[in-house]
């Protein structure tokens, strides 16, 4: 039982991990990443549409990205959706492909871009703080209630807050490699 305890711990943490690189990548940085486009989803026949279902995305040079919708008559709103999108984008169409020249960010918006990379590692830590809290309430349980001994309720803790460390100095890795993508200009 405490061996699938932590087994569940392990699983948590790596989906809180995961979670920070998804949430991560899409926070810009100086070159253009198509996963920025990620949110951004196209009013298709009435249905809200992902856009990489709608295109085909490519990064042909470091500051452009480039989308080639499968239906050409989709240009437009594919064009509406990204700038309503709230990325500060401005996307040009030449009937045929849309291109979305990435701007320079300016001292103050890589700042404030690093706030937000470490706002969302915080979220990832807090992820696990409570994966921890009931990974240590299943252990205090199973002693309670004798289906483990003392000793091996100890031992389990001393794991789990080793595991618990070691996945809360990933995360500020992860943000640290992240917040030295966005400063570098």
Known sequence: M???TLEDLKSNIEKAHDALRRELAKIRTGRANPDILDSIRVEYYGTPTPLKQMATISVPEPRMI?????????ISSIEKAIIQGDLGLNPS??????????????????????????KVG???????RKARHDAKDMIDSLEKDGEVGADDAERARKELEDLVKNASAK???????????????
């Open 2 to 4: 405490l061996d699938e």
């Open 66 to 74: 480039v989308l080639k919708p499968f239906d050409r008559s989709t």
């Open 93 to 118: 169409n030449d009937g045929e492909l849309i291109r979305i020249p990435m701007p320079p960010l300016t001292e103050e918006r890589r700042r404030d871009l690093v706030k937000v990379a470490k």
């Open 122 to 128: 915080e979220e990832c830590k807090v992820a696990i």
């Open 171 to 185: 995360v500020d890795q992860i943000v640290a490699d992240k917040e030295k993508d966005i400063l570098v200009v």
